[in-house]
């Protein structure tokens, strides 16, 4: 199971820092991602994470936001700087056990998900 939070309303500029805290399996074995969906538009990758600490992030956030886990509390999060308008949609966090340079952006790659939080991103 996941659950996401840290969503909420935001000016540009900002800052916030989404969670995705599991439980059920090994945490610390899985590589974990967040991806995101605006309204109309298809759920896409925005950042990822091995089960080793290698990240991707997607040119969209990079320089403006980063991924970090903590095994002891079995979360993962996704830190957000510099927020823009833009990056308004519902954020959701997968879990997988073969992530790799080839497919951390692929979506089906993710065997669960979270429920997602939406980030709402004022001008």
């Known amino acids: 199971q996941l659950q996401a939070s840290g969503g909420g309303l935001a000016q540009a500029g900002g800052s916030l820092r989404l969670s995705c805290a599991a439980s059920?399996?090994?945490?610390?074995?899985?590589?974990m991602g967040w991806f995101r969906q605006a309204p109309g538009k298809e759920r896409e990758f925005v950042a990822a994470?091995?089960?080793?600490?290698?990240?991707y992030l997607s040119d969209s956030v990079k320089g403006r936001s980063t991924i970090s886990r903590d095994n002891a509390k079995n979360t993962v999060y996704l830190q957000m700087n510099s927020l823009k308008p833009e990056d308004t949609a519902v954020y959701y966090c997968?879990?997988?056990?073969?992530?790799?340079?080839?497919?951390?952006?692929?979506?089906?790659?993710?065997?669960?998900w979270g429920q997602g939080t939406l980030v709402t991103v004022s001008s």
């Open positions: 059920g399996r090994t945490f610390s074995t899985y590589g």
């Open positions: 994470i091995t089960w080793s600490g290698r990240i």
């Open positions: 997968g879990q997988s056990n073969r992530i790799s340079y080839r497919d951390y952006q692929d979506l089906t790659v993710y065997d669960y």
